[in-house]
């Protein structure tokens, strides 16, 4: 008796969700809503940028932003949080990046093994390209002293 009641249930919903799922449009009525980037445990809140409203979208509806000009490289400035030469990683809290559309935001970078981490220590503030790797994430090609420290 149950299933009887149950499959036709089920078949209207499986009929409906291509419908919901169809709407290509942001549900935000906000004209630059923000997005959550992460949690920030030191106290000074939810990490957030604002979507740019020339933000291409992905399948499922989410920002992105393409290298600046067909080039997959970009330049930042920064102050070392943390280096990591074993796992080749370094923790920086960098300024916006324009060229990639990135907000300023503390972050790990994998570093290319070319790049000797053991001259850079915490609170040096330094420059870096990043280039994006083949799987689309970022890695430090570059990085040198900026000077001025913290």
């Not at 906000?30 to 106290?43: M, S």
């Not at 809290?93 to 290319?112: D, K, L, N």
């Not at 609170?123 to 990085?143: H, L, P, S, W």
Request: hydrophobic share 35%.
């Amino acid at each position: 008796m149950i299933a009887r009641l149950f499959r036709p249930l089920v078949m209207s919903l499986l009929l409906l969700s291509p419908i919901a799922c169809a709407s290509s449009e942001p549900t935000s009525t906000e004209p630059n809503p923000a997005v959550p980037l992460g949690i920030d445990l030191g106290g000074s809140g939810p990490i957030t940028a604002q979507a740019e409203t020339t933000a291409l979208l992905t399948p499922l509806g989410g920002p992105t932003v393409s290298p600046h000009a067909g080039q997959n490289d970009a330049h930042g400035t920064g102050t070392v949080n943390s280096v990591d030469p074993a796992q080749h990683k370094i923790n920086l809290s960098h300024q916006p990046i324009p060229e990639i559309g990135w907000p300023a935001m503390t972050m790990e970078f994998p570093v290319a093994p070319t790049i000797d981490l053991n001259s850079i220590k915490p609170g040096t503030r330094v420059n870096f390209t990043i280039e994006q790797g083949q799987g689309g994430m970022y890695e430090i090609k570059a990085i040198a002293p900026a000077g001025g420290g913290r």
